[in-house]
């Protein structure tokens, strides 16, 4: 069974970090595009962070630009969002999805990815 699961969420003060991990389960994520998304109660999801397939493309949403970094391990078949400086309006539950796809490319749209993980809550309070 295909599958990814996330997991580093949890309680944080503001101003600390976090890192996330997004582990596949039944492939290796060397063909697949990662995207991490964020979906805060009474709010749609929104994505955060992507990296290509070969990790040399990646983005970020304008609001964790400069503070949220996307990375990948081959040789542990995981994709990292190490997360600085955290605010208040960082919490959410976070999402990671694969896409496989042939294209070095990222993409923005929860439409562009197939395979999603359960979530991990990262919350973000003093």
């Known amino acids: 069974q295909l599958q990814v699961v996330e997991s580093g969420g949890g309680l944080v003060q503001p101003g600390g970090s976090l890192r996330l991990s997004c582990a596949a389960s039944?492939?290796?994520?060397?063909?697949?595009?990662i995207g991490w998304f964020r979906q805060a109660p009474g709010r749609e999801r929104e994505g955060v962070s992507c990296?290509?397939?070969?990790?040399?493309?990646?983005t970020y949403v304008e609001s964790v630009k400069g503070r949220f970094t996307v990375s990948r391990d081959t040789g542990k078949n995981t994709v990292y969002l190490q997360m600085n400086s955290l605010k208040p309006e960082d919490t959410a539950i976070y999402y990671c999805?694969?896409?496989?796809?042939?294209?070095?490319?990222?993409?923005?749209?929860?439409?562009?990815?197939?395979?999603w993980g359960q979530g991990t809550q990262v919350t973000v309070s003093s």
């Open positions: 990296i290509s397939r070969s990790g040399g493309v990646t």
């Open positions: 039944g492939f290796t994520l060397d063909d697949y595009r």
């Open positions: 999805a694969a896409r496989r796809t042939w294209l070095d490319l990222c993409a923005p749209g929860t439409s562009d990815y197939t395979y």
